[in-house]
């Protein structure tokens, strides 16, 4: 227990400490979605990695967590702090009504049913015209104003989503740990093996799958309200992919490593730009090593890797 | 001796520094483009056009003996892509202006960013809600919707065909077509009779057409870019449909007539002037740039130079008059830009004003038909 927040506090302070080396140029930018893209990898990991239930839609509760916040500082001009948890809880709603009958199924099925409804949402923030502005986007969102301070640059936005993005973590990490946490890895071992010891399965899917989905809608309205504007071509299917790399690339069942991986997901793009053309194919051949060679993913692929070369050294050494 | 030879030695590095140091730095111009993704074909002959005019600028010695640079990145279509490396431009790249990006819905998302860096954004798309409102440092080069809309408009009612059916795509640009079209149909003494919508990857319209034939309007006008309108023309000529249909500029590109095929023929569209750049007047004062930029685009990439590449072209010509006129910093090229009057570019004639950041007149379309595989203007 006592590592534990021992590691939370140096993930605290790393995270807290980074605008002073990037301060000023766009890598801030990037780490500000590094942030929104942790949390919804986490919000993904809670479903896949500890209850074992996958989700190929995650994309459209990001997606209708920033169209309904959006709409409501525009349209009707809320308050963003008023938008958002109306956001979130209309999302988990729908989240757990639509759970309730999904969930039921498994595997490549669950898959299936996830996948059409993300793409039962893009096609709605498409073809509402009317509501979101359909394929050019919904523009003039305001920023989050907390305290007289206007949450617009850079590195106010970092602080902002950090925040949020550590809340969400301390949150999940004290989740996973708890009772609740251990019926999930119980579900996600054996549904029936579970049930035998009194875990109400069913349930407890569904509060999983609405807590992800209200997670990611924060994300959302998060993501609405930093970058202004927003068009459903960041909400599409490939996101949801996307989304599930980030989850399976970091490591499944395992919070840090969401973190790992959304932050490789969105950082090599930008170190691999200087390869021009062939970043793509760089990038692919990256992510196929990376699982072949870290099948846990990078939060214990990593301590793997250096073992193995410790060892080495030391056998080297007594030979 | 060691010490004089040493001394030379470093005299002379000295000197040379300071030469790299006086010889004026490049001028510094970052593109955002779709390279990739779903709309590489607008992203790929912008990117082209910008890499091929810089180059023959700097070849002729650069703008007042200063070289221009260009910093090009690929968005793929994503608008929170384009935010960060319009960021990345701004703050590491230190570009004095940027030309992009290829979508509506990227350039919607990167004007914060340009308007709180004070830093020129040049479009290259056509979505009309760009420049109006206007906006102190936007900027575009694309013709508006509306222009294209009118002139469909303008013929229908010069030939007294007074219905039409509409059958636009549902992406950004469809979308924005769509609301042209409704909205100044009543202008010209027009009713849209129906107004149907398909997905930018159906592959059979039938189903719209159909539909259409049973309403007996004079003209089908369809709003989309390939390959989508490709589609409905081969349909239509498969349902036996005679009503004259009518394109977008989305695809007046020579791709449109080999995808269509037989079922092009007959078929009109508003079009920039580019592709009937040897039948225009040579009285036409874009004519010159015109015939330069198909000549150049043929050479460098032996391939047809289209519209969308004469946006990003007309966008490095206005930059680079504005250098020509001694800016070389933001402020003074955003300022230069807005002084733009009458310059002959690629798209039409543009004049830019405090009020007008499009800066573009009817006259920058052609109405054109397909006449033996190939285009005509429509007298």
Known sequence: MKRDLLLFACFLLFIMSAPQFFAGGYLMNVLVFVGINTMLAIALNLLLGYAGQISLGHAGFFGMGAYLSGIMTTTYSLNPWIAMPVAAVVVGCLAGLIGLPILKLKGHYLAMATLGLGIILFIVFNETVDLTGGPSGLSGIPNIEFAGIVFDSDVKNYYLIWGVTLVVMLFSLNLASSRIGRALRAVHDSEVAAQVLGVNARILKVQIFALSAVISSLAGSLYAHTMTFISPASFGFNFSIELLTMVVIGGLGSIYGSFLGAALLTLLPEFLRGANDYDIIIYGALLMVMVMYMPGGLVRGFPDLFRKIFKKKAESGHA | ?379
């Open chain 2, 1 to 379: 001796m060691n010490f004089k030879i040493i001394s030379v030695a470093s005299l002379l590095v000295t000197m040379l520094f300071a030469a790299t140091v006086f010889a004026a730095a490049p001028i510094r111009i970052g593109a955002l483009f779709a390279v990739t993704g779903p709309a590489a074909f607008l992203g790929e002959p912008e990117r082209n056009s910008a890499k091929m005019v810089i180059d023959e600028i700097n070849k002729a010695g650069g703008v007042k003996g200063r070289k221009l640079e260009l910093i090009a990145y690929d968005t793929t279509g994503d608008a929170t892509k384009a935010v960060q490396l319009a960021t990345k431009l701004i703050k590491d790249d230190k570009v004095v202006a940027i030309i992009g990006p290829s979508t509506t819905g990227e350039t919607m998302a990167v004007i914060p960013v340009a308007e709180k860096e004070q830093v020129p954004l040049i479009s290259c798309s056509a979505g009309s809600k760009i420049t109006d409102p206007v906006k102190k440092w936007v900027f575009k080069t694309a013709q508006n919707d509306a222009l294209a809309v009118g002139k469909i408009y303008e013929y229908l009612q010069k030939t007294k065909q007074t219905t039409v059916s509409i059958l636009t795509v549902s992406d950004g640009f469809g979308a924005s077509g769509r609301e042209q079209l409704k909205i100044q149909a009543a202008k010209y003494g027009i009713t849209v009779v129906s107004d149907d919508t398909y997905g930018p990857k159906d592959t059979d319209m039938t189903a719209q057409l159909t539909k259409i034939r049973g309403t007996h309007s004079q003209a089908i006008i369809c709003w989309g870019t390939n390959p989508g309108p490709a589609v409905i023309a081969k349909n239509a000529r498969q349902l036996g449909i005679k009503t004259p249909l009518f394109m977008s500029h989305g695809v007046s590109s020579k791709k449109f007539i080999e995808l269509a095929g037989e079922a092009a023929e007959g078929i009109k569209l508003p079009s920039g002037k580019v592709v009937v750049a040897d039948q225009l007047a040579s009285t036409d004062k874009q004519k010159k740039s015109l015939m330069a930029f198909v000549k150049d685009y043929q050479i460098h990439y032996k391939a047809e130079g289209d519209h969308f590449g004469g946006h990003a072209w007309d966008a490095v010509m206005l930059i680079k008059n504005a250098v020509e006129s001694g800016a070389d910093a933001a402020t003074a090229i955003r300022d230069q830009l807005e002084k733009t009057k009458s310059f002959a570019g690629i798209g039409g004639s543009f004049n830019y004003s405090p009020q007008d950041h499009a800066g573009l007149g009817k006259d920058a379309f052609v109405l054109v038909e397909v006449k033996n595989k190939d285009w005509a203007i429509v007298k």
